[in-house]
């Protein structure tokens, strides 16, 4: 895609390296009238210090001078050889990304050998392998450590979920793991604070909160989960199941066990129910290909089985 977004600014471009190309030539042809060989006169830059002391006009050396024509000269080559000139590709057609393709390409050529030795190997046969989990782990500190962090640890504040429990959103077989890196996955909760006849307003996520703490075993109040039963099994039940276990196939997390993706306080469950959330795993089979997703994935589920940390 061009950098250009108006024709406009590719002539501006155009324009002001040629004129300031030019303009540096003709101000040094203008400096250098006077050669340095010819009859010393008495002109002076007109300036006079401690009423005496005056600065001869002289101009520079004659090869001091072609140093800097030397300048111009290589200027005008290389706006000819090379891409200066606003879309113009110039001679030999050169482009950064042409460049970063070229050694994208001789990398990977040299890689690529080990990349599909690791790819013809069963997923659970990589996540054992030390040399694959190094090369794996150089992957994830590049990519992954940005949302679930140098530990995969993720982060409660963000809703990035840990990755080395065995708690899985969207299944932990090799399978799936490959689909999640591949494909990405969006998960949302539909916020319900702006529909009060769902789960009766503040007061009702109140009740639905206490509930769900209760449904894994945490302090709550027992009036209010009662109340919040009703609701959660006329609304959540949906996507959380009846028994709170949640559907994998849709993301919804299972709310019985221990973990959570953004709090279990009566708070931040709360906050959850009246204003939804929503979150997304970014699709990297574009970007990083077959293998080295397949790679990846090997590291996750080695993670979650208590290695590579």
Known sequence: MSDFVNEFWNWYVILIVLISVIACGVFLWSQSIHHPGSKQTTDTTGHRW??????????????????????????????????????????????????HTKEVAAVDAQVKPLFEKFQKMDLKAVAADKEAME????????YCIQCHGVTGQGSRDKGFPNLTDKDWQWGGEPEQIVETVSNGRMGVMPPYGGNPEAIGGEAGAKE???????????SHNGDLAAKGKAKFETVCFACHGQDGKGMQALGAPNLTDKTWLYGSSEARIAETVVGGRQNQMPAWKEFLGDAKIHLLSAYVLNLSSGGAK
């Open 135 to 142: 090369m794996a782990g150089r992957l994830f500190q590049t």
């Open 50 to 99: 401690d009423e005496t002391l005056e600065e001869y006009n002289n101009p520079l050396p004659r090869w001091w001078m072609w140093l800097f024509y030397g300048t111009v000269i290589f200027a005008l080559i290389y706006v000819a050889l090379y891409p200066a000139l606003g879309r113009i590709p110039g001679i030999f057609g050169w482009t950064s990304v042409g460049e």
């Open 208 to 218: 639905v909160a206490n509930y769900v703490r209760s449904l894994s075993g945490l």
